[in-house]
């Protein structure tokens, strides 16, 4: 995501700081971008302090899919909560606007469906996505005390299953492994029955979105939903895969893992008020695109 949103601001004319500590990002992502006078990059972990003059903050920082999170929970929680002081406190010192990514996950497995913003969620502080959602959960409590005590400006953006182009193929997200399966001709995975629900956006519609709240008004904080309403079972999204792919895999069941949500689709009025913003991606001309990328990544990575 952090890639497609720098090279958005970088032709929209803006000087872009690019802050990533490579854990699951890859520069092969922001390359074309390299020798733009508009970009530069650090290796930064923003679990540590970073003093640079900024006038905007767009944080993305944490590893968001449950293989890598899950990998070293605690450093996780670290990235999402230190990792907020810190730019919290950038943007106290530089008076700088700051947009935090959060995340459907602090709705937990919900019992209100579609989820709205109002939603307190139903998280469990203790299980192994804790690290992840409790640690967006306090990210969100942070941004907004900075707020209340500090009159920092704030965006909170709640972001709902993405994807799209440069994912990394082994990212262990259900659109990329579905994806990357189909096209190596293996089967695909699906956890549990396959009849938990997600609800997939494009990226290029929810950086649209994201860059659109950032520029509010200063009294909008949100919390804000993005994502695209139009719900799947993990079932069908692996049969529209097979279908687009053309390929001959076959589905294979495993187990759920634990505190899987059962369904998930964003109640979007907010931001159809607020930015007017719709998705205009279907999941088909979405994932045929990705698909694109992906043939690409297998082909080279056959050279
Ligand atoms: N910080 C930072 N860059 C800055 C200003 C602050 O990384 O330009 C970090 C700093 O290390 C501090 C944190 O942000 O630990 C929170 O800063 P704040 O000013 O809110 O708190 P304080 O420094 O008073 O604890
Ligand atoms: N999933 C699956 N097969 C996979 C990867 C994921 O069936 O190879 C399921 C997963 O159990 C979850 C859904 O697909 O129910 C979405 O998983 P993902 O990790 O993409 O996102 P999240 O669970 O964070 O929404």
């Known amino acids: ?14 000087e872009v700081i690019c802050l990533d500590n490579f854990y699951t990002g890859s520069k092969a992502n922001v390359a074309h971008l390299l020798s733009h006078p508009n970009f530069e990059l650090l290796r930064h972990d923003v679990t540590f302090p970073l003093y640079v003059e900024v006038d905007q903050i767009y944080n993305l920082a944490c590893p968001a899919s449950p293989i890598h999170y899950q990998r070293d929970p605690v450093q996780t929680t670290k990235t999402s909560v230190h990792g907020a002081i810190n730019m919290l406190g950038l943007a106290k010192r530089t008076n700088a606007r700051i947009l935090q990514a959060s995340t ?3 709705y937990g497995d919900p ?28 990210a969100e409590t942070l941004f907004f005390d900075y707020w209340r005590q500090n ?35 293996q089967d695909l995975t699906i956890y549990g029955d396959g009849s938990q629900t997600r609800s997939f956006c494009f990226v290029d519609d929810l950086i649209d979105g994201m860059i659109k709240f950032m520029n509010l008004p200063a009294e909008i904080t949100g919390p804000m939903n993005l994502g695209n309403p139009t719900e799947f079972t993990i079932l069908e999204l692996a049969e529209k895969i097979i279908q687009i792919t053309n390929s001959n895999s076959k589905i294979l069941m495993h187990p759920l893992p634990l505190d899987d949500p059962k369904q998930r689709k964003p109640d979007i009025s907010l931001a159809s008020t607020l930015i007017g913003w719709n998705p205009i991606t279907d999941i088909e001309s979405g994932l045929i695109k990705t698909m694109a990328y992906f043939e690409n990544v297998i082909k080279e990575s056959r050279k």
């Open 1 to 14: 995501m952090g890639s497609h949103l720098s090279e958005k601001l970088v032709m929209e004319g803006h």
């Open 151 to 185: 009159n920092t400006e704030i965006k909170v953006v709640r972001i709902f299953n993405t994807y799209g182009p440069r994912m990394h193929p082994a990212d262990g997200r259900v659109v990329s492994n579905f994806l990357v399966q189909a096209l190596m001709g």
């Open 111 to 138: 019992e209100v469906h579609p989820q709205e913003e109002n939603y307190w969620g139903r998280v469990n502080p203790i299980g192994i996505r804790s690290c992840y959602d409790e640690g967006k959960r306090c």
């Open 104 to 106: 459907s996950e602090v």
